[in-house]
């Protein structure tokens, strides 16, 4: 069995800086480097990193950066037989901001990633077939997005959607698609149009989701832990106590562990938990990809942490 990952791949070009700068501001930032990236990506490698067996589908552009992200994702085990190189424009950028306290703000050029649309459609629907998840976000545009999803449940695929980045027009046709929804704060508040800001705000937004047509909903409340509600029961899972550097590609990892767990058949309690371990380790190092953890120092972090 394995899980596909149908979205966006990035070059990160990302700097340190003491603190995140104020409008107009310039300031003097600490260090600088560029790695692989973007939401598709990040998830396609969160998941490889713990053994999952995982493709990828999306598309690069037709610049220098192709060469070195192809190669990157190949360095983590995964194919990128269906990665496009698309010759009319260039790669995914994130521009990415990390103060010292782990924070960050990110500005994104879709580039390669917004041409993404039928012919990816039509390599998708190849690889359902054995397929446990369809992972998708929202830097693909937002029609391919619900296609995806529409091809994965005629295929009886669980889709798990990231609805990130945030916005409030998710088309109401998209939301019965979906198996499980994972926003954030700042994303699930924009899919209410209410403030969610705690554990008990974040089960009311999940609730509204659920009225939409999503089966599960897990917010995710950063270093507070995350909340999933079911038709059956709501849970809370605590977050891992780490000592954090950068939270840029922590949903990303919460993803990538979530569904490495649902596609080992563990429950979806214990799937949380995956994420949440996932999400935590990531901020102990710099940058995206390379954060993600391998599977023995998941496997021990978990255990460890279990005990204590």
Same mark, same amino acid.
Request: glycine share 10%.
């Given at each position: 069995m394995t899980i596909i990952v149908f979205g966006s791949i990035n070059i990160d070009l990302a700097a340190k800086t003491p603190r995140l700068p104020q409008p107009g501001e310039t300031i003097i930032g600490s260090n600088f480097f560029t790695a692989g990236g973007g939401k598709g990506a990040n998830q396609a490698v969160a998941a490889a990193s713990l053994g999952t067996s995982t493709n990828i589908i999306g598309?690069?552009?037709?610049?220098?950066?192709? *060469?070195?992200l192809l190669t990157n994702l190949q360095s983590y085990g995964l194919s990128t037989d269906n990665v496009l190189i698309d010759q009319n424009t260039h790669s995914g950028v994130a521009i990415i901001a990390v103060d010292e306290t782990g924070q960050n703000n990110i500005i994104v050029i879709p580039g390669a990633n917004n041409n993404v649309g039928e012919a990816d459609i039509e390599r998708l629907q190849k690889l359902l077939t054995g397929a446990t998840s369809l992972l998708l976000q929202l830097e693909i545009p937002l029609e391919v997005v619900q296609e995806a999803a529409k091809a994965a449940r005629q295929a009886g695929v669980r889709v798990i959607l990231d609805p990130a980045? #945030?916005?409030?027009?998710?088309p109401l046709e998209l939301y019965p698609l979906i198996d499980i929804i994972t926003p954030n704060e700042v994303e699930a508040s924009q899919l209410v149009g209410f403030r969610v800001n705690d554990a008990e705000t974040a089960i009311v937004a999940a609730k509204h989701l659920q009225e939409r047509g999503v089966k599960n909903v897990i917010v995710k409340l950063g270093d507070r832990? +995350?909340? +999933?509600? &079911?038709?059956?029961?709501?849970?809370? @899972?605590?977050?891992? #106590? @780490? *000592?954090?550097?950068? &939270?840029? +590609?922590?949903?990303?990892?919460?993803?990538?562990?979530? +569904?490495?767990?649902l596609d080992a058949g563990l429950s979806l309690s214990e799937a949380v938990r995956w994420g949440a371990a996932a999400g935590a380790l990531c901020t102990t190092k710099v940058g995206a990809q390379g954060a993600m953890c391998d599977r023995a120092t998941f496997d021990k972090f978990l255990h460890n942490r279990l005990l204590a």
């Amino acid at each position: 069995m394995t899980i596909i990952v149908f979205g966006s791949i990035n070059i990160d070009l990302a700097a340190k800086t003491p603190r995140l700068p104020q409008p107009g501001e310039t300031i003097i930032g600490s260090n600088f480097f560029t790695a692989g990236g973007g939401k598709g990506a990040n998830q396609a490698v969160a998941a490889a990193s713990l053994g999952t067996s995982t493709n990828i589908i999306g598309r690069v552009g037709n610049d220098k950066f192709a *060469e070195e992200l192809l190669t990157n994702l190949q360095s983590y085990g995964l194919s990128t037989d269906n990665v496009l190189i698309d010759q009319n424009t260039h790669s995914g950028v994130a521009i990415i901001a990390v103060d010292e306290t782990g924070q960050n703000n990110i500005i994104v050029i879709p580039g390669a990633n917004n041409n993404v649309g039928e012919a990816d459609i039509e390599r998708l629907q190849k690889l359902l077939t054995g397929a446990t998840s369809l992972l998708l976000q929202l830097e693909i545009p937002l029609e391919v997005v619900q296609e995806a999803a529409k091809a994965a449940r005629q295929a009886g695929v669980r889709v798990i959607l990231d609805p990130a980045p #945030a916005r409030a027009d998710l088309p109401l046709e998209l939301y019965p698609l979906i198996d499980i929804i994972t926003p954030n704060e700042v994303e699930a508040s924009q899919l209410v149009g209410f403030r969610v800001n705690d554990a008990e705000t974040a089960i009311v937004a999940a609730k509204h989701l659920q009225e939409r047509g999503v089966k599960n909903v897990i917010v995710k409340l950063g270093d507070r832990g +995350a909340v +999933a509600v &079911t038709a059956d029961e709501t849970f809370f @899972v605590p977050a891992f #106590a @780490v *000592e954090a550097i950068d &939270t840029v +590609a922590a949903g990303d990892a919460f993803n990538g562990g979530l +569904a490495s767990a649902l596609d080992a058949g563990l429950s979806l309690s214990e799937a949380v938990r995956w994420g949440a371990a996932a999400g935590a380790l990531c901020t102990t190092k710099v940058g995206a990809q390379g954060a993600m953890c391998d599977r023995a120092t998941f496997d021990k972090f978990l255990h460890n942490r279990l005990l204590a």
